[in-house]
């Protein structure tokens, strides 16, 4: 029996009787029937020769009311379709249901947690494998998670990535983050403002993750959405420093570090003297050092390199680093110099601290003016940023007229070209030397016997 099927004409069907059933075929697709229960229950069907089989075969396609009648056609479409290219329904339809549990699986937040943990962190949580775990770890959970961490990776476009970078750029992760509804605590002096730095580094991040994804061939990326998306047309050049501090500014960032505590007062203060990069000191833990031999041995998975080529680097103890490190306290926990965990973890460098740094700065500043007589209102103090500090270190080893190899030595810069191939010598005396002639040269702006002249510039 055929009819042209509607729903009238389903709902009108009376129930078969009992201990029967009977089928009518739809008129408009060929192949579908819908079968009339006694219960009354009405079943689309499919009836058609499936490959492999040399009889015409039913199979259930859907209840009536969980599958609408325009459904049901298109479904049975798609079946003679598929037969008539070979394919079994039944086949076709499991593979697309693994596909869309694979999709479902490999969702960003699984992708991300993947690259933190086989990546970014590795098997040994103390001792990332990345210089930079720790920053890497807490913005890809902070950030990419929260906004994409529910949709496949493969569902994230070149435009999500961009939209996130503009907003960053334009007015922070914060802004951003609460501009997608997500809740960011509010804090003093929080106020939204552009963020270059900040967008240039999660750029760099997303570039890597998807990178490593696409690479990978397990999670069904086939390129990255960073693709073509270009930092410097996005975000701008980024701007390279000059900016070394001078005399005054030293002696009141000395000043200014003995009032920030443990943990941050010891670390800047090695910062200044050791030149090292800034989580070249803060992830530091005591296994690295050998005290009675004055050697600090920082092993090559925490200094930069490209490529696996980074070194271990060596650092001589001079004897204010070792007081310095006479003041940091040791936990039972965990092994971390810096930490407010109790050494489990490393203590993180917030922009908040480096502002604290500042704000005490400036007071050093105003009162070793007002101790020569000049107006203190007048000094505002000088932007600077952490690496500075480093830079303040090398040009001060140029001026003490240690040769160039050695303040190379002191930064960790490998050696240019063939000599960085063959030339192993790591001129650890030389170093001791440069860094307790900087040493005496700092002690004499901080402890000074004659007041520093004051240029009117900090």
Request: hydrophobic share 40%; glycine share 8%; net charge positive.
């Amino acid at each position: 029996m055929k009819k042209n099927l509607t729903d009238r004409t389903l709902k009108a069907m009376k129930p078969a009787r009992l201990g029967k059933t009977y089928d009518v075929a739809d008129a408009q697709v060929p192949g579908l029937a819908v079968r009339v229960l006694p219960s009354g229950k009405r079943t689309f069907v499919f009836v058609g020769r499936f490959p492999g089989k040399t009889n015409p075969t039913r199979r259930r396609l859907g209840t009536y009311g969980a599958l609408t009648l325009e459904k049901a056609r298109d479904k049975a479409r798609r079946w003679s379709e598929l037969i008539a290219s070979g394919i079994d329904p039944a086949s076709e339809e499991e593979r697309q249901k693994l596909q869309e549990l694979r999709r479902r699986a490999n969702t960003f937040a699984a992708v991300g947690e993947d690259y933190i943990r086989l990546v970014v962190i590795g098997p040994d949580p103390d001792n990332p494998r990345q210089r930079r775990g720790r920053q890497v770890e807490r913005d890809i959970r902070r950030v990419f998670i929260p906004l994409w961490g529910g949709r496949p990776i493969t569902e994230i476009t070149r435009h999500d990535v961009l939209a996130v970078i503009e907003a960053v750029r334009d007015g922070g992760a914060d802004k951003m983050l609460r501009g997608h509804g997500i809740k960011i605590p509010r804090r003093n002096g929080d106020a939204a403002k552009p963020a270059p730095a900040q967008a240039r580094i999660l750029l760099a991040y997303a570039k890597t993750l998807f990178s490593w994804a696409v690479e990978r061939g397990a999670y069904g990326l086939e390129a990255s959405p960073c693709d073509h998306l270009r930092t410097a047309k996005i975000v701008g050049g980024k701007k390279s420093s000059d900016r070394i501090l001078s005399d005054v500014e030293l002696r009141a960032f000395w000043r200014a570090s003995e009032q920030l505590g443990y943990p941050y007062a010891p670390l800047y203060r090695l910062l200044l003297l050791t030149g090292l990069r800034l989580n070249e000191v803060a992830d530091a833990v005591w296994s690295e050092f050998d005290l009675p031999n004055k050697r600090w041995t920082i092993p090559a998975v925490r200094m930069k390199g490209k490529n696996g080529k980074a070194q271990p680097h060596v650092v001589p103890l001079t004897g204010g680093m070792s007081e310095v490190l006479a003041t940091i306290p040791r936990f039972r926990q965990g092994d971390h110099l810096f930490s407010t965990t109790f050494g489990e973890k490393p203590a993180w460098v917030s922009g908040k601290v480096k502002k604290r740094v500042d704000a005490l700065m400036l007071d050093e500043l105003r009162r070793l003016v007002e101790e020569r007589g000049d107006g203190a209102e007048k000094i505002k103090g000088e932007p600077w940023t952490n690496h500075d500090l480093r830079r303040t270190l090398r040009s001060g080893l140029s001026a003490l007229r240690v040769s160039a190899d050695v303040a190379e030595a002191v930064l960790a810069h490998v050696k240019p070209g063939i000599r960085g191939v063959y030339d192993r010598y790591d001129l650890f005396d030389e170093k001791r030397a440069a860094l307790e002639a900087w040493e005496g040269r700092v002690r004499s702006l901080v402890e000074p016997t004659v007041a520093i002249p004051f240029t009117g510039r900090p």
